[in-house]
């Protein structure tokens, strides 16, 4: 992998995890589905897809999804594309 598609990324992983960090307080651990549909740019219904094939990490309170955030991170630096 070239050093300037390295830098491509890194800037693209940088990105989503400041987003993050900017849509979820400080003192919150969790996110809603929506949240994590806003922030991916995907839909509830993909989000619950994943959560439903086990693809991200939630558990239920009640009748709502819940996603720490920490397995979001997670998710995002494992799935991000590594051959552009």
């Not at 806003?38 to 558990?59: E, H, M, V």
């Amino acid at each position: 992998m070239s050093n300037q598609t390295e830098d491509i990324q890194r800037e693209i992983e940088e990105s989503y995890l400041s987003r993050l960090e900017n849509i979820v307080p400080k003192d919150r651990d969790f996110l809603s589905v929506k949240e994590v549909a806003d922030l991916l740019y995907l839909s509830d219904r993909t989000i619950r897809l994943w959560i439903d094939i086990g693809k991200l990490p939630a558990f239920k309170i009640g009748k709502l999804w819940r996603i720490r955030k920490q397995d979001l991170i997670e998710y995002i630096q494992m799935n991000l594309r590594k051959d552009y």
